[in-house]
């Protein structure tokens, strides 16, 4: 079975903090995403990755950065984390051309 | 600028009822759309629709994509409070496989 795997299920932060949220897939796929979730907004992309060291901006990019350095791993981050960071953050990942998304638990982090 | 459409964004009915879930899309190059269904935790997987006119089924669940009228939905008949859930549309649009979601229908299905 395909695993995501995020290392953190929930944060507590204080505003201005630096915040690194880790995302680990085990399947080799070649495309990974973050997503935050609030409510009555639904699902919205923040990052995706098509590539190791390739990375696009989704739709709400601002305030936040990613990683890629091995296919394996794509990591947020919040330079410096603000109360309106406040949320569900899921880590997703598939095959290249391919349709199904497998996504990881969910990391739920609180700014103070 | 690429989007997807949920509606209703609530419903609620009685168990044993029939819901039609719908989805649009605005895409420059649509090339699948997808539903998920979401309970507590993460997404998890129903439907991927590429081609227009084929039903895909899953015991009580059922998809069918329209590539002309630009829509999808999602039918759920003999409904349990088991499929309470947020109903969750997405698509690949564009050739960078930029996934983006609809804000979702929550289901809540009464006893």
């Known amino acids: 079975d395909v695993k995501v795997t995020q290392s953190s299920r929930y944060l507590v932060k204080r505003t201005g903090e630096k915040v690194f949220l880790e995302c680990v897939q085990d399947?080799?796929?070649?495309?990974m995403f973050w997503y935050r979730q609030d409510p009555g907004l639904g699902l919205r992309l923040i990052y995706f990755?098509?590539?190791?060291?390739?990375?696009e901006k989704g739709d709400i990019p601002e305030g936040y950065s990613v990683s890629r350095e091995k296919k394996e791993r794509f990591s947020l981050i919040l330079e410096s984390a603000s109360t309106n960071q406040t949320s569900m953050y899921l880590c997703?990942?598939?095959?290249?051309?391919?349709?199904?998304?497998?996504f990881g638990e969910g990391s739920r982090l609180t700014v103070l | 600028e690429d989007k997807v459409v949920q509606s209703p964004l609530s419903l609620v009915v009685h168990e044993g009822d029939t819901v039609t879930l719908n989805c649009s899309y605005e895409?420059?190059?649509?090339?699948?759309l997808l539903w998920y269904k979401q309970e507590k935790k993460a997404p998890t997987f129903l439907f991927m629709l590429?081609?227009?006119?084929i039903e895909k089924k899953s015991g009580r669940l059922s998809s069918i994509l329209d590539k002309k009228e630009l829509f999808s939905i999602l039918n759920i008949t003999a409904t349990q409070t088991g499929d309470s859930a947020v109903y969750l549309c997405?698509?690949?649009?564009?050739?960078?496989?930029?996934?983006?979601f609809g804000k979702g229908t929550r289901l809540h299905i009464l006893p």
């Open positions: 997703a990942s598939r095959r290249g051309g391919t349709g199904e998304l497998f």
């Open positions: 399947m080799d796929h070649e495309n």
């Open positions: 990755s098509y590539d190791v060291k390739m990375k």
């Open positions: 895409v420059t190059n649509f090339r699948s």
């Open positions: 590429t081609s227009s006119g």
């Open positions: 997405a698509g690949p649009m564009n050739r960078d496989d930029k996934i983006i």
